[in-house]
């Protein structure tokens, strides 16, 4: 990759942008509203505005290794919190997508330094899943599973919050989970029963 042709590439855009709609940037520059979080993973094939569609302004992103929403992740927190309650998004996806490399990572034993820590969260979804995961024989398959019971967890994770519960009591807002297949370019939902989880974990993680 040669920098210089990332601000070519820049310039083209610009053109490009100009040329549909001469107030694009003075209309972004007024500030943005969207209407959902995304939350997904770093992997540089997996980008959120052209995977879904959508354009600038349309949706507040957060990525990680293996699109985690963890309680002590002041990042992920604060754009969960600031998204919410300040943006006043009434839509949260968590997105993963298979051949994750968090997701495989975690299931080798190995030592790898300082993704340990980050990636025995995602060894916490297998522990909590592992009858369902050792009865898969085909490793691809069960790579695949776990990516989606990853995600299902998350999904759990940020139904744990108050963020998340007040907005739902307050306008309804919902929370998805979705993979992403690599290898067919389509959006997978898995229809996570939002109303279900957070009946189920009201007793103990009821905050509002």
Same mark, same amino acid.
């Given at each position: ?100 490399? !968090? ?8 030592? @790898?330094?300082? $993704? /340990?820590?980050?990636?025995? *969260? #995602? ?53 998805? !989970? ?8 389509? @959006?997978?939902? $898995? /229809?996570?029963?939002?109303? *279900? #989880? ?11």
């Amino acid at each position: 990759m040669k920098i210089e042709q990332v601000f070519k590439n820049n310039k083209h855009w610009i053109e490009e942008k100009l040329k549909t709609n001469t107030s694009f940037f003075d209309d972004m520059g007024k500030g943005q509203s969207p209407e959902m979080l995304y939350i997904g993973c770093s992997d540089s094939r997996v980008t959120a505005e052209e995977v879904m569609g959508l354009g600038p302004g349309e949706v507040f992103v957060h990525r990680n290794i293996a699109n985690m929403v963890i309680s002590i992740d002041l990042n992920a927190m604060s754009v969960v919190e600031y998204a919410i309650e300040h943006l006043k998004v009434n839509h949260v996806v968590v997105c993963g997508h298979y051949g994750c490399g !968090g997701v495989k990572a975690a299931m080798q034993s190995a030592d @790898l330094g300082l $993704l /340990n820590p980050w990636l025995r *969260n #995602i060894r916490d979804v297998y522990r909590i899943h592992k009858k369902e995961l050792d009865a898969i024989t085909d490793e691809e398959k069960k790579y695949e599973r776990l990516v989606e019971l990853n995600v299902q967890e998350q999904c759990v994770n940020l139904i744990k919050t108050a963020a998340v519960q007040k907005a739902y009591r307050d306008r309804n807002l919902k929370v998805y !989970g979705w993979v992403f297949d690599i290898h067919t370019g389509k @959006l997978v939902d $898995l /229809n996570i029963n939002f109303e *279900n #989880i957070l009946k189920n974990i009201m007793e103990i993680y009821h905050l509002d």
